[in-house]
Each structure stands twice: as C-alpha cells, then as structure tokens.
T-cell receptor, first 114, second 113 residues
Framework: GAGVSQSPSNKVTEKGKDVELRCDPISGHTALYWYRQSLGQGLEFLIYFQGNSAPDKSGLPSDRFSAERTGGSVSTLTIQRTQQEDSAVYLC????????????FGPGTRLTVL | DAKTTQPPSMDCAEGRAANLPCNHSTISGNEYVYWYRQIHSQGPQYIIHGLKNNETNEMASLIITEDRKSSTLILPHATLRDTAVYYCIVRVPWSDSWGKLQFGAGTQVVVTP
C-alpha cells in the first residue's frame, strides 16, 4: 500500500517568507509525527498528533513554527518568517496508534532558506 | 529518557555479520531498546525492538545483556543495501513522551564488497 507522502519534496524560499509543508500519513494511521534533520542538529522531534490533537508540541523550536492536522489525516507544518537556520529536511511519520512500536517515515521535504 | 552511546562508524564486509553495539548504561526498568536505520536520502526505517529478551525478525537480531546496560544489533548477512546510519533509541512505553523518538548521532555503517 501507499506509504507516507510529503510535499513538496524540495522548497527554496527567501528569508522572511512563510512556508507550508504537507504530510499525508498512511491511511488509517491515527498518530502523526514531525521531525527535522539538519547538519548541525541531527534528527529532532518537533510535534506529535494523536487524531487532530497535539499532546506533545515540545520540540517546536519557536513560535514561528506551528502545525495542524485536520480530519485525522493530512497535516501541515507552517513556518512563518523563515530564517536561514530553518534550512533542513522536514520528515513526517505516522503510526497506526499512538502506542505503536513502529513509526513509518516519509521521504521528507528539503527546505532551503536563502 | 536514558541516553545511548554508539560508535560513530564501522565497516563491514558484504556477506558477513555486522554487529552494532549500543551502550545504555542508565536505562531504567521500563525502557525498551529500539533500533532504526536511515539509508541516505530516505526517512528512517524501524528495524527491531526489545525489553530484556533477545529478539529476532526478518531484518535483524537484537541481543540485550542481562543487566540491560548494553545491546547489540546483528545483521546476519550484510548486503550493500544495508549501508546506512543505525540509531539505537530507548523509549518508555505508554508515557507522555512515547510518541517522541529521540535520535542520537547513530553509527554510520558502510558495507563493502
């Protein structure tokens, strides 16, 4: 079946612009996660959704970052007023439930802020 | 959650077993050991997990020492496609932080012909 998909695969933006990154989880998966991977920081957790609610937002680095999930499916990660340090690969993952052992990752969105 | 320590890199010959160590000396009794890997330009992929017994699946085996302070992931017959960064992670099930995978630096494994 289809895996986790993310769009766009690449995004180049100018400093100060807002960007939206989209994640389509595996159908039927109730839990959804966002991570980011940058050269300096490795893989970092950002936020976790169970259904449409986010019980853990502890990894969001600043109030410029926000995420929502609607209909228990698609999620959007929004970065406002992008900075160069936001450049990274943003990865989305999903799991059948919030207590599942395995998270299935998408291919990521590579964000470059000029 | 407890932290893990892994060697930064290791090489392995194709067809041989790859033994990847992980130290988690401060692991608590209810923390599980998980392994994920990340092939270049792809998202991480789950491999295996365990609490205290040895585990085996179609991808790998996980050996956890009796005191649970360390573990070894074994890839029984490494192939070139096993070249990846391997992450050892400890997690507390059904906790507030359960959804959060905390990745360290991992071990870069290079399988050579």
């Amino acid at each position: 079946g289809a895996g986790v998909s993310q769009s766009p695969s690449n995004k180049v933006t100018e400093k100060g612009k807002d960007v939206e990154l989209r994640c389509d989880p595996i159908s039927g998966h109730t839990a959804l996660y966002w991570y980011r991977q940058s050269l300096g920081q490795g893989l970092e957790f950002l936020i976790y959704f169970q259904g449409n609610s986010a019980p853990d937002k502890s990894g969001l680095p600043s109030d410029r970052f926000s995420a929502e999930r609607t209909g228990g499916s698609v999620s959007t990660l929004t970065i406002q007023r992008t900075q160069q340090e936001d450049s990274a690969v943003y990865l989305c993952a999903s799991s059948l439930t919030g207590t599942d052992n395995e998270q299935f990752f998408g291919p990521g969105t590579r964000l470059t802020v000029l | 959650d407890a932290k893990t320590t892994q060697p930064p890199s290791m090489d392995c010959a194709e067809g041989r077993a790859a033994n990847l160590p992980c130290n988690h000396s401060t692991i608590s009794g209810n923390e599980y050991v998980y392994w994920y890997r990340q092939i270049h330009s792809q998202g991480p992929q789950y491999i295996i997990h365990g609490l205290k017994n040895n585990e085996t699946n179609e991808m790998a085996s996980l050996i956890i020492t009796e005191d649970r302070k360390s573990s070894t992931l074994i890839l029984p017959h490494a192939t070139l496609r096993d070249t990846a960064v391997y992450y050892c992670i400890v997690r507390v099930p059904w906790s507030d932080s359960w959804g959060k995978l905390q990745f360290g630096a991992g071990t870069q494994v290079v399988v050579t012909p």
